[in-house]
């Protein structure tokens, strides 16, 4: 058995890393904020005091206990900053995420293994922060995929290696629909990010021909995609079609992220398809608006695969929520509103979920 963990995007940048030991400088350039020091206020507006500085591990919060129990044998997140120092934004910025490198031990207090950077703030600082960024990455022990100094760095899996010669293959994809600008796609002679022309059939059929080429007997495979808007259950056909063919084309796993909240869940011919993770870790505590998705709430997956089929053997999630900028167990109530609200938007696809007498979320 090989257990998985899994989570949406994770923002360290920003705010979050205002409050961490090594704080970088704090100037940004949003419309209506130029302090990132402004979302620290916000939240502490919404919920009362933040230590300042807080130790590195302060971020991860009680999710650090039920990872140590779940002890998963792989840790993946999708890191959705820059770690730089450089101020390089790009040209008419909107919503920049910068972490300090100096900040780093915040991933690593969490053990992550792999650092999914297909996503829209990868390049928050230019092709110089993102050169820095897999440079800090990698000196700390860190893989990297989906980001690289060219197409082929870019589409280079990242390898967990775990005893019994299995393997975590993790490949990472992403999309236009989730903001990524078209002038972002890694190329032969430019840095960026494996951007996926479309979700067509030709398109899934040549990441599965790269899985081919290194996939073996008793490797997991996961597919990391950053697809689709912020907001809303409603899953478009065509990430469905896609999940789907990568499935039945060899991929094990299909983690998608980009939304602010969770999405439906599927379990596709015994292979597990997470259509939107939800956010993990970020500094939106105290901004208003879209209360009706609770985007407070997380929920950390923990999926239980066989390895030498790929097919899911049990699902697990622990319910969060993000208060103080650190994830702090779900209430009893909050982990009720999440299994009913993931019940409901996984009816199309046939997927219910309990609630377990821990607190946990456990598919049905």
Request: charged share 25%.
């Amino acid at each position: 058995m090989v257990t998985l963990f899994l989570c949406g995007d994770v923002m360290t940048g920003r705010g979050v890393d205002q409050i961490l030991p090594h704080p970088g400088a704090p100037d940004i350039y949003e419309p209506c904020v130029r302090d990132a020091r402004d979302y620290v206020a916000l939240a502490q507006r919404a919920s009362g005091a933040i230590p300042r500085p807080v130790p590195p591990e302060y971020i991860w919060g009680d999710a650090l206990e039920e990872l140590a129990q779940a002890a998963p044998d792989a840790r993946i997140i999708n890191l959705e900053t820059s770690v730089t120092t450089r101020d390089e934004y790009r040209s008419s910025p909107d919503i920049s995420y910068r972490m300090h490198p100096d900040n780093i031990s915040c991933l690593t207090a969490a053990r992550v293994q792999v650092c999914v950077l297909a996503n829209n703030h990868v390049l928050d600082c230019g092709y110089a922060g993102l050169e820095e960024t897999l440079n800090t990455l990698t000196a700390a022990g860190l893989r990297t995929v989906g980001a690289g100094r060219e197409i082929a760095e870019a589409q280079r899996p990242g390898i967990i290696d775990l005893p019994g010669a299995r393997r975590v293959l993790v490949f990472a994809l992403g999309t236009g629909s989730s903001g990524i600008p078209a002038s972002w796609g890694a190329a032969p002679d430019r840095p960026g990010i494996d951007l996926l022309e479309d979700l067509s059939t030709s398109t899934a059929d040549e990441i599965l021909q790269r899985v081919g080429r290194v996939k073996r007997s008793g490797d997991v495979v996961v597919a990391s995609i950053h697809w689709g808007s912020n907001w809303g259950y409603e899953v478009p056909r065509a990430h469905v079609r896609f999940a789907h063919r990568l499935i039945d084309g060899g991929v094990d796993v299909v983690h998608g992220h980009s939304s602010h909240h969770p999405r439906p869940i599927e379990v596709y011919r015994d292979k597990l398809v997470l259509y939107g993770c939800g956010d993990c870790i970020d500094d939106y505590e105290g901004i208003a608006g879209f209360e009706e998705f609770r985007h407070d709430l997380v929920l950390l997956y923990l999926p239980t695969v066989d390895p030498r089929n790929g097919e899911l053997l049990r699902l697990r999630m622990t319910p969060m929520r993000l208060r103080w900028m650190r994830l702090n167990r779900a209430s009893a109530e909050e982990a009720d509103w999440l299994q009913h609200t993931v019940c409901r938007v996984s009816v199309p696809f046939g997927t219910a979920v309990d609630l377990a007498s821990d607190g946990a979320l456990v598919l049905r």
